[in-house]
């Protein structure tokens, strides 16, 4: 079986709800790393079927969630914070 290993995090300011963006660490079964992070474009409720699409994806596979506390020295998640903040500070850059 393959082992994916995926570390997220978000981030949101000034507020949250506010301007959000999310980071993540992506660990391939060979080690191969990837690291992305992006905007989270305010989509309220209307994104009912995005999530529908992702259960269907996630009931297909093998998968184990396990939940990581969040600043708390974890090198992967703290990575996925410092992504997510980057991906912020690039919204702002744009909707200057």
């Not at 184990?64 to 919204?91: K, M």
């Amino acid at each position: 079986m393959s082992i994916w290993k995926i570390w997220c995090d978000g981030a949101c300011a000034p507020t949250n709800p506010g301007p959000c963006a999310w980071g993540s660490v992506i660990e391939s079964p060979t080690g191969e790393r990837r690291e992305q992070f992006g905007f989270i474009h305010p989509m309220g409720t209307n994104n009912k079927e995005l999530w529908q699409a992702l259960h269907r994806e996630y009931q297909a596979r093998e998968v184990t969630l396990e939940w990581v506390r969040g600043h708390n020295g974890h090198p992967e998640n703290e990575r996925a914070d410092r992504l997510a903040n980057q991906g912020l500070r690039s919204t702002e850059t744009r909707s200057q």
